[in-house]
């Protein structure tokens, strides 16, 4: 069984993942975030951050930003090893985190993504994500973002 086949297990992220998590950010090409950023994401209580890992390797993250006074929470950033593509690891990841907010309260999940990134946003779609538009110069580098949301059933 290869890396890409094994079912990952996803769990909350700890300060003994910034190492993994930042070989991970090398992954997009600008805007990664720092060490400093996820320590202070792991601190924060209206941060979740989750990793998914095969045999003791993170190969996907997330993390879901909250604001108490809002019925919205963001999707700040997804990203899943190239090997573990195409698994299904990233799905996992977008349904705990809409499975958080929910349990938040919270009735939509927004998202940027880029709109060079198609495979994204054809999973984003897949999943029920539609286009609020598109935000000019968005990234660092000055790339767009398609600026995406999905409303999430809140049972009472």
Known sequence: MTIAEAAPRIRP???DDIDALLQLE??????????????????????R?????????????????????????????????PAARGHGVAARLIALAEAEAQRQGKHTVNLEVRTDNAPAIRLYRQLGYTDIG???????????????????????
């Open 134 to 156: 598109t935000l000019t110069g968005f990234y660092e580098d000055g790339s767009d973002a398609l600026h995406m949301h999905h409303r999430i059933v809140v049972s009472s």
């Open 49 to 81: 951050v989750w990793v998914a890992e095969r045999g003791g390797t993170v190969i996907g993250s997330t993390v879901l930003l909250t604001r108490s006074n809002s019925a919205t929470a963001r999707l700040y950033s997804l990203v899943v090893s």
């Open 13 to 15: 992220a700890h300060s």
């Open 26 to 47: 090398t992954l997009f090409p600008t805007d990664a975030m720092s060490r400093r950023s996820f320590l202070r994401l792991l601190k924060r209580p209206s941060a």
